[in-house]
């Protein structure tokens, strides 16, 4: 399968591309801000079924000619496509600038939506999108003081695989999103510090590995939480 992570150069994206990688029938993008962890990242795939490209997909409208072609050059087709990139900032709202409040929507949602419009003409009957979001986003789940661009950003993102399920069905493309709770993970520790979370980012990364594969055969415009805590 050819596959694209987006968000993979650390955390739970990283687990992710490992994890997809031990399959050598896998060929997979993974794109990050940080170059170095991304090269730090492909030396430990053995397999040599995995490349990178750097991006911040908060700036992808800038240089969405560019990302273009450099995708269409290195995948004719795209089966999976995983949208795991994330950013949070720890403040009140009312404390929150103008400008981390639109990093966040940009990053968390804006991003992701103009990456998904790039890859769905390589996309056909069968593919998989997977967004990720978070329990933070998920209606009606507990809220937590501090996350509120944060949580209205992985909101959108859920409604907004919703509404793509209902307009990509006739193309046989599904779009299925997951509302994470608890991971050990670096962001998850700078919203809740102290707090020891029930999964790691490897666990987590297993999870979601099998259902890009194989969750589109039972699963189609949902927002499935995946959470034994909260946080």
Excluded: W
């Excluded at 994470?180 to 790691?200: H, I, R, W």
């Amino acid at each position: 399968m050819n596959i694209i992570v987006s968000g993979g150069s650390k955390g739970i994206g990283r687990e992710v591309v490992l994890s997809l990688a031990t399959d050598k029938d896998n060929q997979i993008l993974v794109t990050g801000r940080n170059e170095g962890l991304l090269k730090e990242l492909l030396m430990e795939c053995v397999n040599e079924n995995v490349s990178y490209y750097r991006m911040d997909i908060s700036e992808l409208n800038k240089e969405i000619e560019a990302v273009k072609e450099e995708i269409s050059n290195r995948f004719s087709r795209l089966d999976i496509l995983i949208n795991i990139a994330g950013l949070i900032f720890v403040k009140d709202f009312i404390k929150l600038s103008e400008q981390e409040a639109r990093n966040m929507m940009e990053t968390n949602f804006f991003g992701p939506a103009a990456f998904i419009k790039l890859m769905v003409p390589l996309m056909s009957a069968g593919s998989h999108i997977v967004n990720i979001s978070s329990m933070g986003g998920f209606q009606g789940s507990s809220k937590y003081r501090g996350l509120s661009y944060y949580s209205a950003s992985k909101a959108a993102l859920s409604c907004l695989s919703e509404c793509l399920a209902v307009e990509l069905g006739e193309t046989g493309i599904s779009v299925n999103c997951l509302a994470l709770g608890s991971v050990q993970t670096e962001m998850f520790e700078s919203a809740f510090p102290g707090f020891k979370a029930p999964l790691d980012p490897k666990e987590m990364a297993e999870f979601i590995s099998y259902f890009a594969i194989n969750g589109n055969k039972y699963f189609n415009g949902k927002v499935l939480p995946v959470a034994i805590n909260n946080p």
